[in-house]
């Protein structure tokens, strides 16, 4: 994989906002996960802006108690097919799809994603996610979820089978040649006779070997298995090493390519992607002021303020809401942990004097994924800051407000990485792995010389 340091950049897409109130602002789309002009517009504002590619999450459950805290949770589109959909609408930007592999099977999805990369010209990647909750589980006739183990095993099989049915048809099977009659040449289409402990699939698949040839394989996941997978087969690493500050970030950045090796691979063949939540407007006091505003309309509960407690190492459940911090704790006093809390709080606020409310909602927010609240300047400071210090290879860019923070994001902040140089102007390739320098791998059966069993 080359690499020319320039940023690499995905926008995901929380339909009605990365943030839990955002449906609730003027401009905003509560039917925003069924809404088509404002999904292929979003996409459309990601391609403007020159993005590797457009991220779509998925999720089998929708749970009305998740309301409050994500509301994307109770109502998501099917993945595959809003992917379908734009890459109809799109002609460049990448198109990363989610499945679950613990509740679908190998040949459908490798059937689904081949046919979207050829529908697409090659724009396809493909997010492997094994799954959490047990409401899942039990709408797929099972009575429990699977312990890590057990889904990571049977993800790496689903994985290699995946690869080997995207490779079952040579490049240059089917011949179509008018003058012998001859459609397909039998010796170049391949039985992968898969037998493993979770799958047998004889093969070969019905669809042509994809456009990039295998798909670009995601995953997200702090776990060791999770860790060990995405050495072994990805592409791409989505992380939320951004909670972990910029050090941290650093440490799990250059742990994750310390695995490559083991498997065969070189550090440069895996791009590392954190996500980062961007509020930004043309200038900091304006990008705070949407943050406050948000973080105003925020439901955060009891939970939040156990929470809060939890961070500062007593009882903070009864204070009022609009008591200033400064005048119930003894800073002096506090643990590490909550110092870390209030510096990175008033900086988003963009003052000191706190309330319990705004700590709470930032204390709240600031688990899922680095926020960043400022002026095109600022937000560009911070991500080349990252960037260029080993801490990630490009980010995952979630819209707080949709579609106010991608149009904003696009507008303001692209324009300051393309002056610094850390993002291209145009698309210089036509596929996904193009813009994410990967090479298209050649076939498995070609490269094993194994000769093709007749289906």
């Given at each position: 994989?080359?690499?020319?340091?320039?940023?690499?950049?995905?926008?995901?897409?929380?339909?009605?906002?990365?943030?839990?109130?955002?449906?609730?602002?003027?401009?905003?789309?509560?039917?925003?996960?069924?809404?088509?002009?404002?999904?292929?517009?979003?996409?459309?504002?990601?391609?403007?802006?020159?993005?590797?590619?457009?991220?779509?999450?998925?999720?089998?459950?929708?749970?009305?108690?998740?309301?409050?805290?994500?509301?994307?949770?109770?109502?998501?589109?099917?993945?595959?097919?809003?992917?379908?959909?734009?890459?109809?609408?799109?002609?460049?930007?990448?198109?990363?799809?989610?499945?679950?592999?613990?509740?679908?099977?190998?040949?459908?999805?490798?059937?689904?994603?081949?046919?979207?990369?050829?529908?697409?010209?090659?724009?396809?990647?493909?997010?492997?996610?094994?799954?959490?909750?047990?409401?899942?589980?039990?709408?797929?006739g099972r009575d429990q979820h699977w312990d890590n183990d057990r889904r990571?095993?049977?993800?790496?099989?689903?994985?290699?089978?995946?690869?080997?049915?995207?490779?079952?048809?040579?490049?240059?099977?089917?011949?179509?040649?008018?003058?012998?009659?001859?459609?397909?040449?039998?010796?170049?289409?391949?039985?992968?006779?898969?037998?493993?402990?979770?799958?047998?699939?004889?093969?070969?698949?019905?669809?042509?070997?994809?456009?990039?040839?295998?798909?670009?394989?995601?995953?997200?996941?702090?776990?060791?298995?999770?860790?060990?997978?995405?050495?072994?087969?990805?592409?791409?690493?989505?992380?939320?090493?951004?909670?972990?500050?910029?050090?941290?970030?650093?440490?799990?950045?250059?742990?994750?390519?310390?695995?490559?090796?083991?498997?065969?691979?070189?550090?440069?063949?895996?791009?590392?992607?954190?996500?980062?939540?961007?509020?930004?407007?043309?200038?900091?006091?304006?990008?705070?002021?949407?943050?406050?505003?948000?973080?105003?309309?925020?439901?955060?509960?009891?939970?939040?303020?156990?929470?809060?407690?939890?961070?500062?190492?007593?009882?903070?459940?009864?204070?009022?809401?609009?008591?200033?911090?400064?005048?119930?704790?003894?800073?002096?006093?506090?643990?590490?942990?909550?110092?870390?809390?209030?510096?990175?709080?008033?900086?988003?606020?963009?003052?000191?004097?706190?309330?319990?409310?705004?700590?709470?909602?930032?204390?709240?927010?600031?688990?899922?994924?680095?926020?960043?609240?400022?002026?095109?300047?600022?937000?560009?400071?911070?991500?080349?800051?990252?960037?260029?210090?080993?801490?990630?290879?490009?980010?995952?860019?979630?819209?707080?407000?949709?579609?106010?923070?991608?149009?904003?994001?696009?507008?303001?902040?692209?324009?300051?990485?393309?002056?610094?140089?850390?993002?291209?102007?145009?698309?210089?390739?036509?596929?996904?792995?193009?813009?994410?320098?990967?090479s298209r791998p050649a076939n498995q059966f070609i490269a094993a010389g194994t000769t093709a069993v007749a289906p």
């Amino acid at each position: 994989m080359s690499d020319d340091r320039r940023m690499h950049l995905g926008l995901t897409i929380w339909p009605t906002g990365f943030h839990p109130a955002a449906w609730r602002l003027p401009g905003s789309h509560p039917d925003g996960n069924s809404n088509p002009t404002l999904l292929r517009d979003a996409a459309r504002t990601a391609e403007r802006g020159v993005f590797d590619f457009f991220f779509i999450g998925d999720r089998l459950v929708g749970l009305t108690n998740s309301q409050f805290a994500n509301p994307n949770e109770v109502l998501r589109p099917e993945a595959l097919t809003l992917a379908s959909h734009i890459a109809a609408v799109t002609t460049h930007i990448g198109l990363i799809t989610t499945v679950n592999t613990t509740y679908s099977d190998p040949y459908n999805v490798a059937r689904a994603t081949a046919t979207i990369d050829h529908l697409s010209a090659g724009r396809v990647g493909l997010n492997i996610v094994t799954g959490k909750n047990v409401e899942a589980a039990r709408n797929f006739g099972r009575d429990q979820h699977w312990d890590n183990d057990r889904r990571y095993d049977w993800a790496a099989e689903y994985i290699q089978v995946l690869q080997l049915l995207w490779d079952s048809w040579e490049d240059d099977a089917r011949v179509a040649d008018p003058t012998t009659g001859q459609f397909v040449n039998s010796d170049r289409v391949h039985q992968i006779g898969f037998r493993g402990e979770f799958f047998t699939v004889d093969g070969p698949l019905n669809v042509q070997r994809p456009v990039q040839g295998r798909l670009p394989i995601i995953n997200a996941g702090a776990s060791e298995r999770s860790r060990d997978l995405g050495a072994r087969f990805s592409d791409l690493r989505f992380t939320n090493s951004s909670t972990l500050g910029l050090e941290g970030a650093r440490a799990y950045y250059a742990d994750l390519k310390s695995r490559l090796p083991a498997y065969g691979r070189t550090p440069d063949e895996q791009l590392v992607i954190p996500g980062v939540a961007v509020y930004v407007e043309e200038t900091d006091a304006a990008a705070r002021d949407q943050y406050s505003e948000l973080q105003r309309l925020l439901r955060t509960g009891p939970s939040g303020r156990a929470k809060l407690s939890q961070v500062f190492g007593t009882d903070l459940s009864d204070l009022p809401e609009d008591a200033r911090i400064r005048d119930v704790v003894e800073a002096s006093a506090l643990p590490a942990e909550a110092h870390t809390a209030l510096t990175e709080a008033a900086e988003l606020y963009g003052h000191d004097d706190l309330t319990v409310a705004e700590l709470t909602a930032a204390v709240v927010r600031g688990g899922m994924f680095k926020e960043v609240v400022g002026s095109p300047t600022r937000v560009a400071d911070v991500l080349e800051e990252w960037f260029t210090t080993g801490a990630a290879d490009g980010f995952m860019i979630f819209p707080p407000r949709v579609p106010h923070n991608i149009d904003r994001f696009v507008n303001l902040v692209i324009p300051e990485l393309q002056r610094r140089g850390l993002h291209r102007r145009e698309y210089t390739g036509s596929t996904l792995r193009d813009h994410l320098g990967l090479s298209r791998p050649a076939n498995q059966f070609i490269a094993a010389g194994t000769t093709a069993v007749a289906p």
